[in-house]
């Protein structure tokens, strides 16, 4: 997995930053989802200004000291297909990286590893 960005919570109870697609610094906002209607909606929403690109859940880690952390998908006018993304967090929560993973020849989300 490569690092795109590191992010910042706001004051919406949500993150900002900025993550590099397609060559470009994006701005970004992931706004928490407050319409979950089921206990499989997204935690998170990922927005660049109005535009939605993608959405995020509260995921943990598999390993022996599990962590949580926001796994899904993201997609950007100019990929050939939606990439999965993580967002992983400092100890103390005051930033967050964004790394992403090409999804795997069998469309498994690698989202889940680490």
Do not use: C, Y
């Amino acid at each position: 997995m490569a690092v795109i960005g590191v992010l910042q919570p706001n004051r919406e109870g949500g993150w900002k930053g900025s993550i590099f697609l397609m060559a470009h610094d994006v701005r970004v906002r992931l706004v928490p989802n407050d319409n979950q209607t089921h206990s499989k909606a997204p935690a998170f929403r990922v927005f660049a200004g109005s535009a939605e690109l993608g959405a995020v859940w509260r995921e943990m880690t598999k390993d022996e000291n599990a962590q949580e952390f926001l796994g899904g998908t993201l997609d950007f006018p100019g990929l050939d297909e939606p990439i999965s993304l993580a967002v992983f967090f400092s100890d103390d929560r005051t930033k967050a990286r964004a790394v992403w993973k090409r999804r795997s020849a069998h469309g498994t989300n690698g989202a889940d590893a680490t």
